[in-house]
């Protein structure tokens, strides 16, 4: 283990080395050597600071704190396609990937769109990759990955009062971003405000464009406004975590 993480293949590390110093009792020794092994068995045993994930092509990975739980995909798939042994549930499931986690001890999908009021809130990490279909692929742009759901952003008055007769109401864009080209794989960085019954919510959206055009990555997290400005930094690292290679689909 290397800075708090887990490797397949250890790095090359120097092993324990007793001095011998003069006028040391053996007693003195032994309690040192014995409390240097405990040390060294403590900080093997230590878990692993983040969970690493990627899509089945690994061509999309994201990390997220290891004590975020990891929303069970049965349930998640139920959610998103409905009676998933139906012939229709198992052709999207072909055409998309998708992960969540909570960060709550006891996770719920349900804190997708909602969680608990002001600081006591945690956040929530949904990531989707679809693969777009001819058409979308003759459409596909940066706007396609704003409005590509869930939550999607609107991007003119008459989408927005589409969404606001769904139930999302009160949109307030705070941050809106097109993130430098990497390889040919282009990509946007969203954070926006919705009210979600009688609680405001913040959603952090970062989505990205393979470079043949060809899949839609999104990267999307919630947490109260409150819990979004306390947990800034943990939220951040999870963004910046989020990549996709060049070729997602070789």
Known sequence: MENGHYYLVDPQSGGWALVERPRVSTGVVRTVVGAAVAASVLSG????????????????????PASWRQIDQKTLDEELFGDTDSATAQVVKQLVWTAAFDAYEEPSLLHLVRGSAGTDDRPF???????????????????????????PVPLTEEQQKEFEASGLTG??????????????????HTVYNYRVGNAVQTFDRTAYLSADGTTASTLLIRCSPACYRQRAAEIGT????????????P
């Not at 045993?45 to 997220?64: E, I, N």
């Open 125 to 151: 990490v949904f990531a989707k990759v679809q693969k777009l279909s001819e058409d979308e692929q003759n459409a596909a742009s940066l706007n396609l990955l704003r409005v590509s759901p869930p939550m």
């Open 238 to 249: 999870v963004v910046k975590s989020f990549k996709v290679k060049h070729l997602i689909n």
């Open 45 to 64: 045993c230590a878990g692993p600071d983040y969970t690493y994930v990627r899509d089945d092509t690994g061509g999309t990975y994201f990390k997220v």
């Open 171 to 188: 949109f307030e864009l705070l941050a809106d971003e097109v993130l430098p080209i990497a390889d040919g794989v282009r990509g946007i």
